[in-house]
């Protein structure tokens, strides 16, 4: 049925699992903030892994924003913000989560 159809373009097939984790990459581009994904583990029903994000403020709300809107059913927990430095008049902050998908086998 067409409500099926929807309900799975949320959930990240077997063979997809590899344009989800460029998906959640690709988001860097946009925001100029630096995305490392690691731990990622595809057993039983979710895709899990951590992700670790730096750049100014804006920005790392910016992709913070970008990564909840992501056109997947994504659960982030463990959120943390830190500012990790004071440089040239620019503070740099680093924001890590655990970040989990439904998968479909």
Known sequence: ??????????VVSQD????FI????SIETTTKVKIELSGIDSGNENLKAHVEMQGSWSNIMRTFIMLENIPYSLSISNARLA??????????????ANIKTLIIK
Do not use: H
């Open 83 to 96: 500012k990790i430095s004071s440089e040239k008049n620019t503070n740099v902050w680093s924001l890590s």
């Open 22 to 25: 460029e998906a959640v990459e």
């Open 16 to 19: 997809r699992i590899v344009a």
């Open 1 to 10: 049925s067409n409500q099926r159809m929807q309900i799975s373009s949320y």
